[in-house]
């Protein structure tokens, strides 16, 4: 609802335990309400993620807060 958009994979952490895909049109995420969460091709060949130095395992992406897959 403020105009931040990301594609992450579906399985991707929060950081309130749950994954993207568990996310839907009318949650509220990180100080924002989820406007649309549609399921889309990926068009690249790989898919990347961080591993954050400090110990909440979360990092900003597009200005949203998600959790890391690495550990």
């Known amino acids: 609802s403020d105009g931040r ?3 992450v994979s579906p399985l ?3 950081i309130d ?3 993207v895909d568990d996310l ?3 949650d509220f995420y990180d100080g924002a309400k989820v ?3 549609d399921h ?3 068009e690249f ?3 990347y993620d961080l ?3 400090g110990d909440t395992g979360s990092y900003w992406a597009n200005g949203i807060l998600l959790g890391s897959t690495l550990h």
């Open 17 to 19: 335990g749950r994954t």
């Open 51 to 53: 591993l954050p130095a």
């Open 45 to 47: 060949d790989s898919t």
């Open 5 to 7: 958009r990301l594609q």
């Open 12 to 14: 991707h952490p929060t």
């Open 35 to 37: 406007i649309s969460a």
């Open 24 to 26: 839907v049109k009318g």
């Open 40 to 42: 889309i091709s990926y």
